[in-house]
């Protein structure tokens, strides 16, 4: 399965934010193993080195670099960002993530914050909920 990781889940390990940590690590380490093929929108890579800048005083190109030694950039442009215009959404960051998801054939988001994906046309979910359904399927 493709997901598409949001910025939050990146941060959250980037900057080990408690209590979300453990878990995005978790979707994290499934990515490394190939359990998943993880994707991130190229803006979301722009925003956690800023934000890791600015928030933990150090350059996240390390942290960036390990990244994408496991998670592809998804391959988005012109069409992808009239999508995200077009989407019924009410915040356009979110909506590129929508795109960048539909572009890379992401069958999940995965984010913190779920809800406001709620008119995204790709479902989002919770690393939570994304690690729940994953045990769900395995123990099928």
């Not at 941060?11 to 994707?39: Q, T």
């Not at 722009?46 to 391959?75: K, M, T, W």
């Amino acid at each position: 399965m493709n997901i598409l990781l949001d910025t939050d889940v990146l941060l959250d390990v980037g900057l080990w934010r408690e209590p979300w940590a453990k878990r995005s690590k978790a979707i994290l380490d499934l990515c490394e193993a190939h359990v998943v093929s993880g994707f991130v929108a190229w803006h979301t890579v722009s925003n956690v080195f800023y934000l890791v800048r600015h928030q933990a005083g150090s350059d996240a190109r390390p942290y960036i670099d390990g990244l994408l030694r496991f998670v592809e950039v998804a391959q988005v442009g012109h069409a992808e960002m009239q999508l995200a215009l077009r989407l019924d959404m009410s915040d356009l960051e979110d909506a590129m993530q929508a795109a960048a998801a539909a572009a890379c054939g992401a069958g999940r988001i995965v984010t913190r914050n779920a809800r406001d994906f709620k008119r995204s046309p790709i479902p989002a979910v919770t690393p939570k909920g994304l690690l729940r359904e994953m045990a769900k399927d395995a123990s099928r």
